[in-house]
């Protein structure tokens, strides 16, 4: 039976409902499907009350297969009503195994029970009585809306109008009709409420705390009741592995971390770190971190400490450190039970044979059982040279690629088992079996491995053992960056980058030597959430993220890029003076530090400026500038220049600002300083899609990402600054101190700029 429009308005649908279904082609076929069993299993025209209920039947009913048993009762119109068929649907979910309890399921969706309209009015009169004096006191403007939900909840399979007719007709009898002021303050009570959504909605809070937050909101399954989520596989097994599950976690709520240890971790990990530590903390559960280690010739020892760093510099504290590899046993055995029931067999083709989408059919698929068994232990034995067989599953991917390899055979040295194993696991065989064997209640992944669903269902029930649920969110992507291992590779070898912490780059060593704080970093991926979509966020939130916190910790000092040297000729003092600067102007009570002012500081040589237009409001030929934190502004006397005619020196006047009228713009200065090295960076790609380029992201570097300033001078009180310590270099931005510093020489890696740039005029 085809659908239509004619045929869904034959069953009591609205024409512009049925126009509506029709758009989704799933749905209009199922709707069709049922309509035409409806009607060989009823006698009579189907009314409109029974084909809301096909209709319902058709969006709603997760496992269709429960659709023909279901049906039997709408067309009786022993189910004649939404709630009995919400609950209905609900038992097939609670209840996912066949065959149904005939007598639980008519207890359940409330068949055979009929609700008097005597039961009705005691009920409703009940409840009424419960709140009488509140009603008396508020009268219409009581929330009648908590009488209604408190009787539905005890007239579970009452008519809805009935009760609703029956809460109206008790109210008018206690209160009699609206008087004037009742309508008049119900009135007024909407004119306010209007008003109040009709202005500019609130702003995004300033902080979010965590990803707990966003955690809230999300509607996962509890510890045990996977069989609840769409798509989840039910066998019959499914319920006492279950039972099983919870017997042995109590219940709790299980995560993992599972990287490979192949690279670096970057901004995308942050946000897998945050989402799965943070729901099970949400949850008072336990988060694992497992390395992915069964690529042995990509593995190094650096990677594993790097992630474990990583991990830990985020706040987070795995249960357990784990490892692939920690299983290679068990999974071992799983492929053989795989062999065993005829799901797995041992192919020779080549790589090339096999991929793509659309391979020609192993030759191999149907060998003998007991043939693949001897071919997998001469595997595991080293019998068989690499690359002339592999252990496949028979199974098909959603995106259609058959019989994944479960098994490869690698002459290489693992790291933890050492020579012991010549095969190692795939992704798409392990991942699951390792979730299982930890018991993972909710195995959180991006979106790309949506399409290995069904292989991770399909494997953990084909050897019967226990199944998490796989929920998939959409990836972290940044602009103008590149993070993938092969690509940072290629630019550390031509030279373009120096390491993998290279603060131009967004691994999380590179944003930690950068100075971006990691609350700043969890904060961001809060604010991000979790949506399924594939999300590019620009760098601006993070940027405001790292401000908000730097704001509240980095202490504030002065330091000066590009020096130019200024003399005081009348220099107030006959020594020099000691100045207590606040090291957070807005909070006093976070402590002071002292600088040094003196006849000869030194400014920024962009704050001088010897002719300006009027909107340059520092220090020039005829205009005063304040010198922060002196109480003193300056005007140039003279100026000095060098062989190259050059400004070399300023010579100055200084008078206190209580003497003139007040400069237009206060510099900042240094004197008796420090000499650092200070570098600023900017993006390391030009467009914000590098791959997109032509030529490829190589050909998009940005040649000034980096800039040098080898003699920068900076306030004395840094001198014993400790690798990793964050500033707020005044007017200019906040800066870290970088790992290349010397007892010398002080190194500092600009974070980000202030808001404000301070050369804008």
């Known amino acids: 039976m085809e659908a239509s429009v004619e045929l869904f308005t034959s069953v009591g649908l609205s024409k512009l409902k049925a126009e509506e279904t029709l758009k989704n082609k799933a749905i209009a076929a199922r709707l069709a499907i049922i309509i035409h069993e409806a009607r060989s299993l009823s006698d009579v025209e189907i009314d409109s009350g029974v084909g809301n209920l096909l209709y319902q039947i058709a969006t709603e009913l997760r496992n269709q297969s429960k659709t023909s048993y279901l049906l039997q009762y709408v067309c009786r119109k022993e189910i ?51 709140h009488k004096n509140d009603i008396l006191s508020s009268r219409y403007k009581f929330n009648f809306g908590t009488l209604i939900f408190e009787a539905r909840d005890k007239l579970k399979w009452a008519d809805g109008r009935s009760v609703k007719s029956e809460i109206d007709s008790q109210v008018h009898a206690l209160l009699g009709p609206k008087t004037a002021e009742d309508k008049s303050s119900v009135k007024n009570a909407k004119k306010k409420k209007k008003s109040t959504n009709t202005g500019k909605l609130p702003d995004e809070p300033s902080h979010i705390g965590s990803f707990r937050d966003i955690i809230k909101s999300l509607n996962f399954h509890k510890p045990g009741e996977n069989y609840k989520t769409d798509g989840y596989v039910v066998t019959n097994k499914t319920m006492d592995i279950l039972q099983h599950h919870l017997n042995y976690t109590g219940g709790q709520v299980r995560t993992r971390f599972p990287p490979e240890p192949n690279g670096i971790l970057h901004i ?17 559960g336990i988060c694992f971190l497992r390395y992915d280690d069964t690529n042995p010739e990509v593995e190094e020892e650096e990677y594993f400490v790097g992630i474990l760093e990583a991990v830990r510099w985020l706040g987070y504290e795995p249960y357990k450190v784990t490892h692939s590899s920690d299983y290679f046993e068990e999974l071992y055995h799983y492929a053989i039970e795989l062999i065993n029931r005829d799901l797995a067999y041992v192919c020779h083709q080549s790589v090339d044979d096999i991929k793509g989408y659309s391979p020609l059919p192993s030759p191999w698929r149907d060998r003998p059982i007991e043939e693949s068994l001897i071919l997998f232990e001469d595997m595991k034995n080293g019998k068989i040279d690499e690359g002339k067989a592999t252990l496949r599953m028979k199974m098909t991917l959603e995106d259609g690629k058959a019989d994944p390899v479960a098994y490869r055979i ?5 790291a933890r088992s050492g020579n012991k194993w010549c095969i190692y696991p795939t992704y798409d065989y392990t991942h699951c079996l390792c979730d299982s064997l930890e018991h993972i209640t909710h195995s959180l992944c991006t979106k790309e491995f949506q399409s290995r669903r069904s292989s991770y269902y399909w494997l953990c029930n084909a050897v019967d053992v226990y199944c998490p649920v796989q929920w998939e969110y959409g990836r972290l992507n940044l602009p103008y960056t590149v993070v993938s291992k092969r690509k940072i590779v290629q630019l550390i070898k031509h030279g373009i980058v120096k ?16 100075g971006f704080p990691p609350a700043a970093i969890n904060r961001f991926c809060a604010k991000v959430g979790v949506t399924m979509a594939q999300v590019t ?7 405001s993220c790292v401000r908000e916190e730097l704001n509240l910790t980095a202490p504030r000092i002065m330091a000066v890029l590009d020096p130019l040297k200024v003399s005081i000729v009348n220099f107030p003092e006959p020594k020099n003076l000691i100045l207590s600067v606040p090291d957070f102007p807005q909070d006093s009570s976070k402590g002071n530090h002292n600088i040094v002012f003196s006849n000869v500081i030194y400014i920024e040589r962009g704050d001088f400026k010897k002719t300006a237009g009027e909107n340059f409001h520092r220090l020039t030929e005829n205009q005063y500038v304040g010198l922060r934190h002196t109480g003193y502004a300056i005007m140039v006397q003279d100026i000095v220049m060098n062989d190259k005619n050059n400004i070399e020196e300023l010579l100055v006047v200084a008078k206190p600002i209580s003497d003139i009228r007040k400069p237009k713009a206060f510099i900042h200065w240094v ?10 960076y900017e993006r390391l790609f030009k467009h914000a899609n590098p791959a997109e380029v032509p030529g490829g992201f190589l050909n998009d570097i940005n040649e000034n990402s980096l800039h040098v300033f080898g003699n920068a001078l900076i306030d004395s009180t840094t001198a014993n600054a400790a690798v990793g310590s964050q500033f707020q270099f005044e007017r200019m931005g906040y800066f870290c101190v970088d790992r290349d510093s010397t007892r010398d020489k002080l190194v500092f890696n600009q974070i980000i700029k202030l808001r404000e740039d301070f050369t804008k005029e």
């Open 80 to 130: 004649d009503n939404k709630s009995q068929l919400s609950a209905a649907m609900a038992y097939f979910v609670d209840n996912p195994t066949s065959p149904i309890d005939d007598v639980k399921f008519k207890a359940a969706c409330g068949i055979g029970i009929t609700v008097t309209p005597e039961e009705t009015k005691a009920v409703v009169a009940q409840i009424i009585n419960k």
């Open 268 to 284: 995308g990990h942050a946000k897998a770190i945050n989402f799965n530590f943070c729901y099970a903390k949400a949850n008072n």
């Open 410 to 414: 690698k002459f290489t040295h693992h």
């Open 499 to 514: 390491s993998w912490d290279d603060p131009r780059l967004f691994t999380l060593s590179a944003l930690r030597r950068r």
């Open 537 to 543: 966020i620009d760098t601006q939130l993070l940027e």
């Open 671 to 680: 004197s008796e300083p420090l000499t650092c090295e200070v570098r600023i």
